[in-house]
T-cell receptor
Framework: AQSVAQPEDQVNVAEGNPLTVKCTYS??????LFWYVQYPNRGLQFLLK??????LVKGSYGFEAEFNKSQTSFHLKKPSALVSDSALYFC????????????FGSGTQLTVLP | GAGVSQTPSNKVTEKGKYVELRCDPI?????LYWYRQSLGQGPEFLIY????????DSGLPNDRFFAVRPEGSVSTLKIQRTERGDSAVYLC???????????FGQGTRLTVV
């Protein structure tokens, strides 16, 4: 079985400050890890992924995430938050190999305050 | 457009009725997924197609739910004898053979009254 935990339902940060949205996971075998963002009444938009290689991955809109195998974490980060980054963020995991369905966390609402 | 298209965007139905939700994936994508997202929760996996066949339907909650993809492109999720607990946003996603990430449509919001 695989699972994802996003321990914070809500994260508030001031515009221009760095932001972190936390994610930990559990999966057998090597993980494929993903971050998606959801704006109101919109579908999920892909931000970034970790498959293999460098532990720090860069994605869309200046976001990055760090894979930490020993801590089974994949935290989302951005050096300088924008008000337009305010949205619902989901972390997801799947096993490498043929099983391609994703398991999502419960989501973290990010609010960037002007 | 080039993205995943889902119709209708909203569907209101009476308890006990039958509904069909349609997904048109990105052209050329062989894998297609259905997820269900209830209010305040992350999406939950329902079923995954590789081509025309259901590779994994372990997420379907019961036998009232069924999905098809007869020609390996468009898929229809079918729900019989709808219940109020079926109310949710149903998301479709697709991915190609070279993609590890899935691309999502905007979803169909189903409300059972």
């Amino acid at each position: 079985a695989q699972s994802v935990a996003q321990p914070e339902d809500q994260v508030n940060v001031a515009e221009g400050n760095p932001l972190t949205v936390k994610c930990t996971y559990s999966v057998s075998g090597n993980p494929y890890l993903f971050w998606y963002v959801q704006y109101p009444n919109r579908g999920l938009q892909f931000l970034l992924k970790y498959i293999t290689g460098d532990n720090l991955v860069k994605g869309s809109y200046g976001f990055e995430a760090e894979f930490n195998k020993s801590q089974t974490s994949f935290h989302l980060k951005k050096p300088s938050a924008l008000v337009s980054d305010s949205a619902l963020y989901f972390c997801a995991v799947r096993r490498s190999g043929s099983a391609r369905q994703l398991t999502f966390g419960s989501g973290t609402q990010l609010t960037v305050l002007p | 457009g080039a993205g995943v298209s889902q119709t209708p965007s909203n569907k209101v139905t009476e308890k006990g009725k039958y509904v069909e939700l349609r997904c048109d994936p990105i052209s050329g994508h062989t894998a297609l997924y259905w997820y269900r997202q209830s209010l305040g929760q992350g999406p939950e996996f329902l079923i995954y197609f590789q081509g025309t066949g259901a590779a994994d339907d372990s997420g379907l909650p019961n036998d009232r739910f069924f999905a098809v993809r007869p020609e390996g492109s468009v898929s229809t999720l079918k729900i019989q004898r709808t219940e109020r607990g079926d109310s949710a946003v149903y998301l479709c996603a697709s991915s190609g053979s070279t993609n590890t990430e899935a691309f999502f449509g905007q979803g169909t919001r189903l409300t059972v009254v």
